[in-house]
């Protein structure tokens, strides 16, 4: 790329915040990697290496958090029970512009020690320990049966190969007595042979009445039951998308390319592709049953964004050097930004996604925003979001969450 190719493209990126609405500097952040520098830091493994100590932290906790909980929220889908509060969704209402200050942390312990929720919290100990103990009794029981029944099935087998052998024998004995009698003349001279038939076959033993019949599932487990799931935690999990869910300039893929414009293409067009070690701390929340959102920058609409809207009226998508990567042509009014983005997550992995928060007109402060997403998680949705991972300090400011977990970036 030359230089004044490189430097339209990076003031577009820097002015505009692109067609995509995400690749924009961070108030008095350094400036923006150059391809060259981001295919350094990915080639020679510094990126990865960086990427591996940021997530692992991230699925030490996530396993530590979740463990328990996950237990509890597949006794209550085994019962049939939805866990903790009903989530009536977004507010469609709601102003995600506004900052929504998080409570003081000695606000929080004095709410998580009253002695009234740590009773619950006993209780709630104690209903696991009991489901356990009445889980191991029940598979206890079931082995020392199926133990049982194999001793009685291997006695029966034996009883009937015995059974078996001793009339192979006798139908070894009877033939050969009938062939002697044919050899030998009756009495009187009747030396006529005697007409034989085949033997009838032996019938093969049946062990049909000592096949124990096939146990039924055990019952639910009583302990479980609506109240008690009702007060289960709902865990949440926040990503931010670009850079962090996917890279858009494809890191680690034969396709990869470091260019600001295929970043913007791929963005635009739904193409990114999973970052490995994301996916995994994914799958790992999923696995132990932790819900999944995607607090993202993008805008939604597409045009919200007034930088957009700028380019798309004056037409400048079909000029160089946004033409060059297809998106003149783009109806940008009848973009569906939020399907495109919904589609790419799908196709990259993230197949169990609760929610996609998108960032509204008015929302000018990507850190409020996605603060103020994750405070209605927590406060109107009924969740507890233990964990936000993102490459931008905005995908990590204003709280709401348990722990943060900020991941190297190329942008």
């Not at 030359?2 to 002015?15: I, K, L, P, S, V």
């Not at 001793?166 to 009495?187: E, Y």
């Not at 696995?287 to 597409?302: G, H, K, L, N």
Request: hydrophobic share 40%; charged share 25%; proline share 8%.
């Amino acid at each position: 790329m030359d230089q004044a190719y490189r430097n339209t493209a990076r003031a577009f990126a820097c002015a505009a915040v692109t067609v995509a609405g995400a690749i924009s500097l961070l108030p008095g952040s350094a400036a923006a990697k150059t391809p060259a520098e981001r295919q350094t830091y990915v080639e020679s493994g510094t990126y990865s290496a960086e990427l591996k100590a940021a997530i692992d932290p991230a699925k030490q906790w996530i396993t530590r958090r979740a463990a328990a909980n996950a237990k509890q929220t597949q006794a209550c889908e085994a019962a049939g029970y939805p866990v903790g509060s009903a989530d009536p969704g977004p507010d469609p209402q709601a102003d995600y512009s506004v900052v929504v200050p998080e409570p003081a942390p000695e606000a929080v312990a004095a709410v998580r020690l009253t002695p009234a929720r740590a009773r619950t919290a006993v209780k709630r100990a104690q209903r696991s320990v009991s489901a356990d103990r009445a889980r191991v009794r029940s598979l206890s029981r079931r082995l020392a049966r199926a133990q049982r029944d194999t001793a009685a099935l291997r006695r029966s087998l034996a009883k009937a190969r015995r059974a078996l052998k001793q009339s192979q024998q006798a139908l070894a004995a009877a033939r050969k007595a009938l062939d002697k009698a044919l050899r030998t003349p009756a009495p009187g001279g009747n030396t006529n042979p005697v007409p034989t038939t085949p033997a009838p076959a032996t019938p093969k033993p049946d062990l049909g009445n000592d096949v124990p019949p096939i146990e039924q599932p055990p019952a639910p487990d009583p302990d479980v039951t609506k109240k008690s799931c009702a007060a289960v935690e709902k865990l949440a999990i926040g990503f931010d998308a670009d850079e962090t869910a996917f890279s858009n300039y494809h890191a680690f893929a034969p396709t990869a390319n470091y260019q600001d414009l295929f970043s913007i293409r791929n963005q635009a067009l739904g193409t990114g592709i999973a970052l490995g070690p994301v996916l995994e701390l994914y799958r790992l929340a999923r696995r132990y049953e932790v819900s999944v959102f995607i607090i993202t920058a993008r805008f939604d609409p597409i045009l919200a964004d007034p930088s957009n809207r700028a380019l798309y009226e004056s037409g400048s998508l079909c000029r160089a050097p946004y033409d060059a990567i297809g998106l003149c042509g783009i109806d940008l009014t009848r973009y569906d930004y939020r399907g495109i983005t919904q589609r790419n997550l799908a196709e990259a992995g993230y197949t169990e996604v609760e929610g996609l928060y998108m960032r509204p007109e008015n929302g000018t402060d990507k850190g409020v925003v996605k603060a103020s997403q994750r405070a209605e998680l927590e406060r109107r949705r009924g969740y507890e979001v233990i964990a936000m991972v993102g490459d931008n300090g905005s995908d990590i400011a204003g709280g709401w969450y348990e722990k943060g977990f900020r991941i190297p970036t190329l942008d």
